[in-house]
């Protein structure tokens, strides 16, 4: 989870500073309200694309010790039957 919790912080980061960006800056409150939203689509679509990379890649993971086990219990399946004929 190292990666889940320095992702949500980086995520974090950006978004304080950005809005901390924007409010300081000398604007007329509207184009401040507007930057304020696109910047707030971005890192939500930021954090969307980083969190739809994590959970693909741990389905892949999961898929690929799923594809494991189930060679390990085959393997499993015929080392037992081969010794029942041996002993029979």
């Known amino acids: 989870m190292k990666t889940g919790n320095t992702i ?3 995520l974090g980061g950006v978004i304080v500073g950005t809005a901390l960006g924007i409010l300081f800056a000398p604007d007329k409150g509207t184009n401040t309200r507007k930057k304020i939203k696109e910047k707030g ?13 994590l959970l693909t890649n741990m389905s892949e993971k999961c898929n690929t010790l799923i594809e494991k ?4 219990v085959q393997n499993g399946i015929e ?3 081969k010794e029942l004929d041996a002993i029979k």
């Open 8 to 10: 949500i912080s980086v």
């Open 41 to 53: 689509n971005d890192a939500k679509n930021d954090a969307m694309s980083s969190i739809n990379d």
């Open 69 to 72: 086990g189930e060679t390990l």
């Open 79 to 81: 080392t037992a039957k």
